[in-house]
């Protein structure tokens, strides 16, 4: 579980998309459910990236041993990349085999071209041909190599995030959350442990129920809330504030208002966060003054 941040990014990006093409409520929220459905098969497609490297890698010595001239590379090679500890639980995980059983799709092809391409890529590296000449087998070496190979090569690699995009449309906004959740994966991997249960946006009743009774009050309060921020905007009119702004600041004023259990300061970050990802480069600066004024105006802790 990542906790609620990505729930609220995945309200802002709905009320978003609504004001520009409004749908009725209860389209509007299905959309939602399935887009956020859709960012578990996006997890799940990129842990099978990271095993299928340990595939192609596999398949690489063999080819290697069947060579009729052999060199010594090709009789002894260099097993440490195919038994690293992190790869062999991600492959062992039996929540991913049988999601990935039940989705074919998710699996990928030994001589897809982005495949190959990354492979080759992160063989020729430094960080690769170092890690290849450490001796011995070491859980939290394997673990560091691990997340930082997916972070240079598929978290931050942008042919991979258009080859996503491609494939399905909404990866695309949601990229950082699935990479959010494949790192928190590898860093939650213990060596006595079986690597069991993955992670889900939605985990229960109550994080769906957040979900739908948020947007749902974002949505009716859309009018109160913007009165309530033209009320504090200073030397600036409201139709000068950007819709993105002004969903994020209905998010959140909704959330306070709705919300009482969870500590304004605790709402107040959460969407400053959520500017940094989808606003300008200074909206969380405005979005955070606003708030705090707000908050302090309903002597809200």
């Known amino acids: 579980m990542l906790g609620r941040r990505q729930i609220r990014e995945k309200i802002v990006q709905t009320v978003y998309s609504y004001y520009q093409n409004p749908v009725k409520f209860d389209v509007l929220e299905k ?58 639980k991600l492959e062992e995980n039996p929540e991913r085999l049988f999601f990935t059983g039940q989705h074919k799709e998710l699996k990928w092809d030994m001589h897809d071209d982005l495949l190959v391409k990354t492979f080759q890529r992160i063989t020729a590296g430094k960080r690769y041909q170092d890690f290849m000449k450490e001796d011995g087998y070491s859980f939290e070496d394997d673990q560091k190599f691990i997340g930082k190979l997916f972070l240079r090569y598929i978290a931050e690699n942008d042919d991979f995030h258009d080859y996503l995009g491609d494939k399905e449309l909404s990866w695309y906004d949601d990229i950082h959350i699935a990479n959010s959740m494949v790192q928190k994966t590898i ?113 809200r802790i």
């Open 31 to 88: 959309n939602m459910f399935t887009s956020i459905e859709k960012i578990y098969y996006l997890y799940i497609y990129q842990l099978n990236f990271l095993v299928a490297l340990k595939e192609l890698a596999e398949h690489q010595i063999e080819i290697g041993k069947n060579k009729y001239i052999k060199t010594d590379a090709n009789t002894n090679p260099n097993q440490k990349f195919i038994n690293n500890k992190i790869l062999i």
């Open 187 to 299: 860093g939650f991997l213990k060596e006595d442990e079986e690597s069991r249960t993955l992670i889900k946006m939605i985990k229960d009743e109550d994080d769906k129920d957040f979900a739908g009774k948020l947007l749902r009050d974002t949505l009716n309060s859309w009018e109160a809330n913007e009165k309530k921020l033209g009320e504090r905007l200073e030397n600036w009119d409201l139709e000068r504030v950007s819709l993105m702004d002004k969903v994020i600041l209905s998010a959140a004023i909704t959330e306070i208002d709705n919300f009482p259990f969870t500590p304004s300061r605790v709402i107040i970050n959460e969407y400053i966060e959520i500017a940094k990802v989808f606003a300008t480069d200074r909206s969380n600066i405005f979005i955070n003054g606003i708030l705090d004024k707000y908050c302090k105006d309903l002597n």
